[in-house]
C-alpha cells in the first residue's frame, strides 16, 4: 500500500479523479472499515484543507432504544459527539437516504454547530443493502464550497468503503 499521498494539484475535477485511485489502493487490502474511514477522511483532508472531514456512524442509542450517529475517524477540530436522525444536516442525510449539498449553514433549518467557522458542507450517506450505516460530513470555513462535482466524486468515494 501506498503510504504516502502523492501530490494533486489541478481542477477540482482533476483533483477529485487523481485521488479516487490512490484511496481504492489504500483501502483495497483493508477489511475493517474504521481503518478505512481514518484513511479517507485523512486523505481528503491533506489535499482538499477542508475544515473538517469526517465520519459519523449510525450505532444503537445507549438506552437500547433506537440507533442514533455517532462520530467516527475524522480530521479537523472537536466535533459534537452525537446526533439525532433528522437533526442537522447529518441527521437529514441519515434520514433521507441523501446527500446533502449545503451552501451557507445559517440557512439550513436546525443545522448543529460544532463550529462556528463551519459556513459551508456537503454530507454523503454510506448505504449498504439499502441501509444508511454512516455518513461523510465535510466542513469548510468559506461559503458555497461544495458543488456537484463534490456530491459526484464523493458519492463515488464512499461507495468505495
Ligand atoms: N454541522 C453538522 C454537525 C457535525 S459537525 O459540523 C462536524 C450538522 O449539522 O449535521
Redesign the pocket.
Known amino acids: 500500500m501506498a503510504e504516502q499521498l502523492n501530490i494533486i494539484t489541478g481542477t477540482k475535477d482533476e483533483m477529485y479523479g487523481a485521488l479516487l485511485p490512490q484511496i481504492r489502493e489504500v483501502i483495497a487490502d483493508e477489511p475493517d472499515i474504521i481503518a478505512n474511514m481514518a484513511n479517507v477522511a485523512a486523505m481528503l483532508h491533506e489535499t482538499f484543507h477542508f475544515w473538517?472531514t469526517?465520519f459519523?456512524r449510525v450505532l444503537p442509542e445507549r438506552n437500547g432504544t433506537g440507533e442514533i450517529l455517532v462520530l467516527g475517524p475524522?480530521q479537523?477540530p472537536l466535533?459534537?459527539t452525537r446526533?439525532r436522525k433528522g437533526?442537522?444536516?447529518?441527521?437529514?442525510a441519515w434520514q433521507e437516504a441523501c446527500t446533502q449539498v449545503v451552501s451557507d449553514?445559517e440557512q439550513?433549518p436546525?443545522?448543529?454547530?460544532?463550529?462556528s467557522a463551519?459556513k459551508s458542507?456537503i454530507?454523503v450517506p454510506l448505504i449498504k443493502n439499502g441501509i444508511v450505516i454512516a455518513v461523510l460530513?465535510i466542513?469548510s470555513a468559506a461559503l458555497n464550497t461544495f458543488d456537484e462535482t463534490d456530491r459526484l466524486w464523493l458519492e463515488r468515494i464512499v461507495e468505495l468503503l
Open positions: 473538517w469526517g459519523y475524522f479537523g466535533a459534537c446526533i437533526r442537522g444536516v447529518c441527521g437529514t449553514v439550513f436546525g443545522h448543529i454547530a460544532c463550529s463551519s458542507e454530507v460530513d466542513d
